[in-house]
């Protein structure tokens, strides 16, 4: 079985909006977090969703999938303190939802929408080969490692670097592992799940996926977006590449 395990517990103080949590922010009358499931529930190799939400926004965004049609959602469940402890909930989730059968799980941004059928096939395919996957960008720019004193310690070799983004994707027995080992040894605030992973000494294995497959984080991300989203639709009316 795989599941998407989308986590929308963030309240986005960094976008500054007025009266909602950045990932239900709209975009062409539909709110960030719906174009990011719209993806998942498209998807032939997705079987189930759960959600990880902000816990006073359940029963809107309960709405939302009704108003969406969103099937493929199975269980939604408060988020957490921290981001990894949103993440757990939802691992906890989807170990109800996988029941005795072996998963693998896709754990998502809610506000990363610019994601695609392809990056989610490759998720899964290399889960199965290698026991892991985590979806990057090639970097475009050159990356500087530098100290406490702001020197330049190194330059780093862009052809050998990469952006991490997501799906970050594992079996879900080893990641709720990890998980259940952090939170025993009291840390709560790894910053993504590969970085847990690799904490303890799990290999991890790339795939490469989208560049624009960006994190609504920032008012410019989310002009970026919209600028990709306008961008796609000209191509089909216009019959651009």
Request: aromatic content about 8%.
């Amino acid at each position: 079985m795989n599941i998407a395990v989308i986590f929308a517990g963030g309240v986005g103080a960094r976008m500054n909006s007025k009266d909602r949590p950045k990932q239900f922010l709209e975009l062409y009358n539909k709110p960030i977090i719906i174009h990011t499931l719209d993806v998942f529930e498209r998807s032939e190799d997705i079987d189930a969703i759960v959600i990880s939400c902000v816990e006073g926004w359940i029963p809107y965004l309960e709405e939302l999938l009704y108003r969406f049609r969103l099937e493929k959602v199975r269980k939604i469940v408060p988020g957490g303190a921290t981001g990894q402890l949103s993440i757990y909930n939802g691992l906890q989730a989807a170990k109800e939802v996988a029941g005795d059968e072996e998963a693998i799980v896709l754990i998502h941004d809610g506000v990363r929408p610019l994601i695609n059928a392809q990056t989610i096939s490759d998720n899964i395919a290399s889960v199965k080969s290698h026991g892991s996957a985590v979806t990057t960008a090639v970097v475009k720019e050159t990356i500087l490692v530098v100290g406490e004193d702001q020197s330049i310690d190194y330059v780093t070799d862009r052809a050998k670097s990469r952006v991490a983004k997501a799906p970050q994707s594992f079996f879900l027995k080893d990641i709720l592992f990890a998980h259940q080992r952090a939170m025993s040894e009291g840390k709560t605030n790894f910053i993504d799940s590969c970085t847990m992973m690799q904490y303890y000494g799990k290999p991890l294995y790339l795939v490469d996926g989208p560049y624009e497959n960006i994190k609504i984080t920032t008012p410019d991300d989310f002009y970026t977006m919209r600028a990709i989203l306008e961008a796609k639709e000209n191509a089909q009316i216009y019959g651009m590449d």
